[in-house]
């Protein structure tokens, strides 16, 4: 089954951090894109980070710019997101999708998400 697998949500006091996964499962994620996407309550889903499939392109919303790091390890069929000095509003699921490019549009295959709460 070809499916992508999100992990490391939680709950996370602001200032926080927190290291999402993103593997991949029944196919080989080095040639794919890798986009970052979050869905906060009641609000559509907004981009928030893409690599490309070498790793040697990356982009991030302006809302993300300097607290978080998107990275990949071809290797280990994983992509990460490093997510430093969280605030309230990254409060989200996060999700993943792989794509040829970057920034992911459609996505052929997507992860069932991860829940972040930042939260004192």
């Known amino acids: 089954q070809l499916q992508l697998v999100e992990s490391g949500g939680g709950l996370v006091q602001p200032g926080g951090s927190l290291r999402l996964s993103c593997a991949a499962s029944?196919?080989?994620?080095?040639?794919?894109?890798i986009g970052w996407f979050r869905q906060p309550p009641g609000k559509e889903r907004e981009g928030v980070s893409c690599i490309s499939d070498r790793g040697y392109n990356t982009i991030y919303a302006d809302s993300v710019k300097g607290r978080f790091t998107i990275s990949r390890d071809n290797a280990k069929n994983t992509v990460y997101l490093q997510m430093n000095s969280l605030k309230p509003e990254d409060t989200a699921v996060y999700y993943c999708?792989?794509?040829?490019?970057?920034?992911?549009?459609?996505?052929?295959?997507w992860g069932q998400g991860t829940q972040v709460t930042v939260s004192s």
């Open positions: 999708a792989a794509d040829f490019l970057c920034p992911v549009r459609v996505g052929r295959y």
């Open positions: 029944g196919f080989t994620l080095e040639a794919y894109a």
